[in-house]
Nanobody
Framework: QVQLVESGGGLVQAGGSLRLSCTAS????????MGWFRQAPGKAREFVAR????????YYADSVSGRFTMSRDNAKNTVYLQMNSLKPEDTAVYYC????????????????WGQGTQVTVSS
């Protein structure tokens, strides 16, 4: 099993940047594909980005492509989400997720979730 803890959220003005981190417990972090999801008030949780086990490949939702970058450092058991050119519509709780077997864009593809970190973008 793996436990995930997100950090780095906060309040930022539109056009600004934030970097989220997600640190995992355990010694097998490189065995997990990782994803970022977000959930705005009153809306369903939606896919943001994902990264393969070794970090060779990433994939982004259309809404964040070109603005967000996901990366991982397996030596530090950490994945990152660099968010640039933030917009008010990016306001949400951001969750990281992990799974040993799946590399997907659906909530059901991931078996482990963090508690979330709030990102608020003011206009």
């Amino acid at each position: 099993q793996v436990q995930l803890v997100e950090s780095g959220g906060g309040l930022v003005q539109a056009g600004g940047s934030l970097r989220l981190s997600c640190t995992a417990s355990g010694r097998t972090f490189s065995s997990y594909a990782m994803g970022w999801f977000r959930q705005a008030p009153g809306k369903a949780r939606e896919f943001v980005a994902r990264i393969t086990w070794g970090g060779e490949s990433t994939y982004y939702a259309d809404s964040v492509s070109g603005r967000f970058t996901m990366s991982r450092d397996n030596a530090k058991n950490t994945v990152y989400l660099q968010m640039n050119s933030l917009k008010p519509e990016d306001t949400a709780v951001y969750y990281c997720a992990a799974d040993r077997r799946s590399y997907g864009s659906s909530k059901g593809d991931y078996g482990y979730w963090g508690q979330g970190t709030q990102v608020t973008v003011s206009s």
